[in-house]
């Protein structure tokens, strides 16, 4: 899979266009300012909760760049918190980036550098360039001033050195309570940038670390670990969304100040801000505490395994990516563009099958009682190689309940009592009666006639009918569930609430409809969990990582109505 998206960047100018981020790395190359001219990135997830969508451009954009220029790119874990993460979002980050079509050159942890991110920190003491403080969390804002305002120091900053690195070694030394003492970066209180103001470089936190275990009780902050991760495994570019604009000077102080030779090049890029879905991985965790939904890999869920159980490709969601490009400014993207995606490839990939998700019983009287035909069917009329498949026709099948109306509006060119339609690959259909029930007078049956000439759909005489409907023989259906998903949330923003209330509040009630007793046919009873189909005039859907023999479950990727198409042909895009 790399190696196709590495032929498509080199031989395909659509698939990576140039960038801004493209024309700092040309610049670099053409001044000389690459080691040996390769260019090296990372990509750092935190593992703290599951990769979403928005990473999913990050890692595009991380290892999309590096295979453009034909350089190397790691995969990293920021693993400085230890009371957040788990082993089970590090073995699942490294299935999405997989899944994706990326391989990392090397995989490495934030945590293997601690011994040297600790002797980096000593240096700082020795130089004058940090100082252990024991203000409160609240003291330190107080002090930290505002965005009007400046900072004032901190009591403890005039600190010696001796006396700096003394306590520093007893706090390594676990004789200090958790959040009695940090040690900050000495830098400039004075600072227009908050972010230089003494910043916090070590806390003490006491939790049992995924990898390290017990044995550190200090851990460094993000701001000043990742720069010492770049540096060591010699990143030549750092590439991070725009929230950390504001943090490259801290990023370019570090590096400068911890006598490491090489020097990589942080560069900014807007995040991705996709309609109807919430993009904090806190927030996403907090959905699934508290149930809201079944997991990190619901479908309604904006990750990497919820998308992928839903039915989305890695091609889809990498030409998503593409489409969307890479920007400095920040937007709401159209969730429809995402959608567009997943259509364009499964159009040319799904196979077309029948299935009767709302079914309604159908009679034909003259078709020979106990007679079984079976019809060739093309797998994909958009892809010939997909080949046929056989599908039984009998005299009773089902259809959709709304695709019969007893008094129908005019230009409902389905079927009604003595109308004509078409049933897809096989007969003229004309209905007779309507049966119901007697009690409630709801319709629980149409008896109606064919004809043997239409065979294939088509008349000998000429005569038009314009109604096609999909069917499945009752006979032979295979009875399955099928999930359809709306959005999870019912505001384009989320955080668009009123006062007092959270993101919670948009929750959309009808997110999950779970239809029971819909009627499939029966080469889906082989659909293994991942396999996606389209259900004819209905969508896409995909069979269900719970999906059995047993019991069919599927899950409805997107439906056929692309409102993305019509919008980009109009503006030409």
């Known amino acids: ?167 520093f070694e007893k706090m390594k030394s676990g004789e200090f309570a958790d959040g009695s003492k940090v040690l900050r970066a000495k830098i400039d209180m004075s600072s227009p940038n908050i972010n230089m103001r003494d910043p916090v470089i070590y806390r003490i936190a006491r939790a049992n670390h995924h990898r390290t275990a017990d044995k550190w009780c200090i851990y460094p902050m993000y701001d000043y670990a990742h720069p010492i991760e770049d540096v060591v495994e010699g990143i030549t570019h750092s590439l991070c969304s725009l929230e950390f604009e504001d943090h490259r000077p801290l990023y370019d102080w570090v590096k400068e100040n911890i006598d490491l030779p090489a020097k990589p090049r942080q560069i900014e890029f807007a995040r991705l801000n996709l309609a109807y879905t919430q993009m904090s991985k806190r927030k996403l965790l907090q959905l699934v505490k508290e149930n809201y939904v079944s997991g990190w890999d619901d479908p309604r869920m904006p990750t990497i395994s919820g998308l992928r159980r839903r039915g989305y490709t890695p091609s889809s969601i990498r030409t998503f990516c593409e489409k969307i490009g890479v920007a400095k400014n920040t937007s709401m993207v159209d969730y429809a563009l995402l959608e567009h995606c997943i259509r364009e490839d499964l159009n040319a990939n799904a196979s077309r099958v029948m299935a009767v998700l709302n079914p309604l019983k159908v009679v034909i009287d003259n078709y020979p009682e106990g007679q079984v035909e079976w019809f060739d069917i093309e797998n994909n009329p958009e892809n010939p190689d997909m080949g046929t498949r056989k599908i039984p026709f009998s005299k009773e099948i089902y259809i959709e309940q709304e695709d019969f109306m007893e008094d129908p509006p005019k230009k409902f060119f389905r079927l009604s009592p003595g109308t004509e339609v078409r049933l897809k690959n096989t007969y003229f259909i004309k209905c007779e009666r309507v049966i119901k029930d007697e009690a409630t007078g709801r319709i629980i049956e149409l008896r109606c006639t064919y004809d043997p000439d239409s065979k294939g759909g088509n008349s000998p005489d000429g005569r038009k009918v314009k109604g096609t409907l999909h069917w499945v023989s009752a006979a032979h259906a295979v009875k399955a569930e099928i999930r359809v998903y709306d959005h999870l949330f019912t505001k384009t923003d989320p955080e668009d609430v009123e006062e007092g209330k959270d993101f919670r509040s948009n929750i959309n009630p009808d997110s999950l409809q779970i239809l029971e007793n819909c009627m499939v046919e029966p080469d889906l009873v082989s659909a293994k969990p991942g396999n996606r189909f389209q259900f004819l005039r209905m969508g896409y859907y995909c069979a269900d990582t719970e999906s059995s023999k047993d019991k069919l479950i599927f899950n409805r990727t997107v439906s056929l109505k692309d409102t993305w198409a019509k919008v980009a042909v109009k503006a030409n895009l």
């Open 1 to 167: 899979m790399a190696d196709e998206i590495k032929n498509a960047i080199k031989d395909n100018e659509e698939f990576t266009p140039s960038n801004f981020i493209y024309d700092f790395i040309d610049e670099d190359l053409a001044a000389g300012k690459v080691p040996n001219n390769v260019i090296y990135t990372r990509f750092p997830p935190e593992p703290n909760g599951y990769l979403h969508i928005g990473h999913a451009k990050a890692i595009c954009i991380d290892f999309g760049t590096a295979l453009k220029y034909g350089g190397k790119c790691n995969l990293r874990f920021d693993d400085t918190n230890p009371s957040k993460e788990d082993v089970e979002y590090v073995e699942s980050i490294q299935e999405d980036v997989k899944w994706l079509g990326f391989n990392w050159d090397n995989i490495f942890y934030a945590s293997d550098y601690f011994e040297t991110m600790y002797e980096c920190a000593v240096k700082l003491i020795k130089k004058g360039l940090a100082f252990v403080c024991d203000l409160t969390a609240e003291e330190m804002r107080e002090y930290r001033g505002t965005l009007t305002s400046s900072g004032k120091n901190s009591p403890y900053r005039n600190r010696t050195v001796e006396e700096n690195l003394n306590i």
